[in-house]
């Protein structure tokens, strides 16, 4: 079974400054990944997601991830934090099922908190 | 856009009432899941379907049930609340393809007392 581990369940960085979230990943194919954002009392927002091709993925509101099948990670950076990126992430494997379609395993999230 | 909508975004039961939770799509994806989210464990997968009344398990599908009628919407059943199924629920709908991205809706948070 497939699982998903977000070592950092809390990180706090300044406005301006680079973010790296980790995401390490257990599958035993080759993996569809994802990173997802939830902003409070709202759902789940898709960031980027990788399929195949190129390792380095870039999503929305400027962030990129990049795909090491060597050490099953899939991290999310952004070079300049803004305060408005405050939020939860969460990073996600999917599994394809037989009736057609991604089952997703999260990870537990890491929340995100910006200094001005 | 792809839409999902909740019913409720907030709802308070008893302990042992019917509780139904609505979810519906707009954009004719054959997929549609339930998840129920809880701090620190983050998104868990309760029930999935991928066509009308068809239904799978997921991963924590114990004092659950689904109901899929119409393509559309997919409800979620606790057939007798616990105050342990307290937490946010949400749904998600995707199409019928490997690579599809799941779409969320906003979720509902239940309180059970």
């Known amino acids: 079974a497939q699982s998903v581990t977000q070592p950092d369940i809390h990180i706090t960085v300044s406005e301006g400054a680079s973010l790296e979230l980790r995401c390490n990943y257990s599958y035993g194919a080759t993996p569809y990944l994802f990173w997802y954002v939830q902003s409070p009392g709202q759902g789940l927002q898709l960031l980027l997601k990788y399929f195949s091709g190129d390792t380095l993925v870039q999503g929305i509101k400027g962030f990129e991830a990049e795909f090491k099948r060597s050490q099953s990670s899939f991290n999310l950076r952004k070079p300049s934090v803004h305060w408005s990126d405050a939020a939860e992430y969460f990073c996600a494997v999917g599994a394809v099922f037989t009736g057609g379609g991604n089952k997703l395993t999260f990870g537990t999230g890491t929340q995100l908190k910006v200094e001005l | 856009d792809v839409k999902v909508t909740q019913s409720s975004r907030y709802l308070v039961k008893r302990t042992g009432e019917k509780v139904f939770l609505e979810c519906v799509q707009d954009m004719d994806h054959e997929n549609m899941f339930w998840y129920r989210q809880d701090p620190g464990l983050g998104l868990r997968l309760i029930y999935f379907?991928?066509?009308?009344?068809?239904?799978e398990k997921g991963d924590i599908p114990e004092g659950y049930s689904v109901s899929r009628e119409k393509k559309e919407r997919f409800s979620l059943i606790l057939e007798s609340a616990s105050t342990n199924q307290t937490s946010m629920y949400l749904c998600?709908?995707?199409?019928?393809?490997?690579?599809?991205?799941?779409?969320f809706g906003p979720g509902t948070r239940l309180l059970v007392l």
């Open positions: 998600a709908s995707s199409l019928r393809r490997g690579q599809e991205t799941q779409y």
């Open positions: 379907s991928y066509d009308v009344k068809m239904k």
